[in-house]
């Protein structure tokens, strides 16, 4: 059960820290296109991670209970 929780905070912080930064790009705030290339790859990062986790807990639910 404390992997189930150790994901679901995980998830909410990746998805805070990915909304914050699509409304960065969203909002035109980004100055080079370093910053923005940077914040491109923060958001790939972020998305591939949370697939990583949600792959990683499909067989622990049922094993945890």
């Known amino acids: 059960m404390d992997a189930i929780y150790l994901a679901e905070y995980l998830l909410k912080g990746?998805?805070?820290r990915d909304l914050r930064l699509k409304d960065k790009l969203a909002d035109g705030?980004?100055?080079t296109f370093e910053e923005y290339r940077?914040?491109?790859?923060?958001?790939?990062?972020m998305s591939y991670?949370?697939?990583?986790?949600?792959t990683a807990m499909k067989g622990?639910?049922?094993a945890d209970d």
């Open 14 to 16: 990746i998805r805070e």
């Open 38 to 45: 940077y914040i491109v790859g923060e958001i790939r990062g």
């Open 60 to 62: 622990i639910e049922y």
């Open 29 to 31: 705030s980004i100055q």
């Open 49 to 54: 991670v949370e697939e990583e986790i949600k």
